[in-house]
């Protein structure tokens, strides 16, 4: 973005962040985000790696189709347990998810929104 552009965004009250910053995170649920979308990111990588099928991987779990598919994607409705079981039946290693983990730069991650003040009282 152009810097002066982002200076009036900033001067008439804009913030820059992503979307930790906008769902107010903590540290540690940052981590735990950025865990499972490096280990959905991997599940996918490793599956097509190997010429998997989405549901070839399902029937190596136990699973289903959709639910590869939302472990490819991180959702929430899935376990980390689940996500991890899918990655090394897919034929990854540790070392392959701690190596290459994919992440999306802050660059990507990042626009602007309203500031808004935040009561840490409670």
């Not at 930790?20 to 996918?44: C, K, N, P, S, Y």
């Not at 991180?74 to 994919?102: C, I, K, Y």
């Amino acid at each position: 973005m152009d810097s002066k552009k982002r200076e009036a965004l900033e001067a008439a009250g804009w913030k820059f962040g992503d979307a930790g910053d906008f769902l107010e995170l903590t540290e540690e649920e940052r981590q735990i985000v950025e865990f499972r979308l490096m280990v959905g990111r991997g599940v996918r990588r490793v599956r097509e790696n190997h010429h998997l099928t989405q549901q070839q991987l399902a029937d190596r779990i136990g699973s289903t189709q959709s639910r590869v598919a939302k472990i490819e994607a991180a959702s929430r409705e899935v376990s980390l347990d689940l996500m991890l079981r899918g990655f090394f039946s897919a034929g990854g290693r540790l070392t392959d998810l701690l190596s290459n983990p994919q992440s999306p730069s802050p660059s990507d991650r990042s626009g602007p929104r309203r500031a808004k003040a935040r009561d840490r009282s409670t």
